[in-house]
């Protein structure tokens, strides 16, 4: 049954591929509801966190990612869908776990905003750069002869405009943006989470016969990433309520993006596919477990 996994297609129609774009730009948008000009400016002004959230996101993550497929050896499709991962942004609930878990809110949200804008560029550079170092998968990319540029373009489309946008309401409309926020974060994530529900059940056989192919990879992969996001956070001196929220920015993924230019680029390609959704679902429980743990922990500095 393994053999048959990397050329498995996940069922996914065109209307629910629609339905997930809005969902994402809809997300994305209530995000930037919050985020003004001084997010990016706080940022700039310490230079050496900024530097520490993008390196731990989109160099140390990829390439960490990268030898432990080359340690584990997983079949292509599933080694492709922990790449997708690790190429993705964090995840835009990164910013309400670190908020619960005392951590810096102000920087997990002005790092949701930056690392958005970097990823229009290194999102598609890290998939097709690892992919292709990655002699199983660069075969995978020949085939769907993946062309950056409508990556970066659909990327754009999902997370940029709508970052312009939010950051342009709350800019100009500050007291809609607050009335928004409050009622789109909590929706877009409920419909967010029915979209993942209603795809496991259209393909409920599926996942029930290859699930454990990916459940191991799945938490180990994302254990990986947050104690990966805490370590360099603390390796570069920085505070622990700042390591708190490295951890959570670096191991709470974007899945929904990754799903999205699956879908996309790869024709809901089985192991690709299997492993981002339940990646999706994973790392909000891993995420929230780790945020009720620290928020219930003496004050650090």
């Known amino acids: 049954m393994i053999e048959n996994l990397d050329s498995l297609k996940i069922n996914f129609d065109t209307e629910g591929l629609w339905v997930l774009n809005i969902t994402l730009a809809i997300i994305m948008f209530g995000v930037a509801l919050g985020i003004t000009i001084e997010d990016f400016k706080r940022l700039f002004k310490n230079p050496k966190i900024l530097f520490t959230g993008i390196i731990s996101q989109f160099i140390l993550l990829p390439f960490v990612t990268f030898i432990f497929i080359k340690l584990v050896n997983p079949m292509p499709s599933i080694a492709l869908g922990m790449m997708m991962v690790a190429a993705c942004p964090g995840g835009n609930i990164s910013n309400f776990m670190t908020q619960m878990a005392k951590g810096n809110a102000a920087l997990s949200i002005s790092l949701t905003a930056f690392a958005t804008l970097v990823s229009l560029v290194m999102t ?3 998939l097709s750069f690892w992919g292709n170092l990655y002699a199983p998968t660069a075969e995978i990319l020949q085939t769907v002869e993946l062309d950056p540029l409508e990556l970066v373009k659909l990327v754009t489309l999902i997370l940029g405009i709508p970052l312009i946008i939010g950051m342009l309401v709350r800019k100009y409309k500050e007291a809609l943006a607050h009335k928004l926020q409050k009622v789109l974060k909590p929706l877009s994530l409920v419909i967010f989470m029915l979209f993942i529900v209603i795809a496991f059940y259209d393909n409920l056989s599926i996942f029930m016969n290859y699930v454990h192919y990916v459940l191991i990879l799945v938490i180990a992969h994302n254990l990986l990433a947050l104690l990966l996001g805490f370590y360099f956070a603390k390796a570069m001196k920085l505070s622990y309520k700042d390591q708190k929220t ?29 492993l981002v959704a339940f990646w999706a679902i994973w790392d909000i429980f891993s995420g929230l477990a780790l945020a009720t743990y620290w928020a219930k922990q003496k004050t650090k500095n």
């Open 246 to 274: 490295l951890s959570i920015e670096t191991g709470i993924q974007n899945s929904g993006l990754g799903l999205l230019l699956i879908f996309s680029f790869f024709n809901g390609l089985g192991g690709m596919a299997l």
């Open 124 to 126: 598609p550079f890290n």
